[in-house]
């Protein structure tokens, strides 16, 4: 799917982009001109900078942490 018709971006290029490091709409537009046209990708980058740090924030169900107290 286009996020950014204006400069042929795709979720793909978006997330691989997100995967390397971009973590803010001004570092997607700096690699990939996301929002540098008329700006109606901006809405769509930002879900998938949304959906990218969900997925790197949900523990499996299996961990459960444990604080400093707990442990001694």
Known sequence: MYVCVCNAV???????AIDAGATTI???NRQLS??????????CAKEC????SAQKT?????VFHI?????A
């Open 10 to 16: 795709t979720e793909r290029q978006v997330y691989e």
């Open 26 to 28: 001004k570092a997607l």
């Open 34 to 43: 996301v929002g540098a046209q008329c700006g109606a990708c901006v809405s």
């Open 49 to 52: 900078l949304s959906k990218a």
């Open 58 to 62: 949900n523990l499996p169900t299996n």
């Open 67 to 71: 604080s400093k107290q707990e442990a």
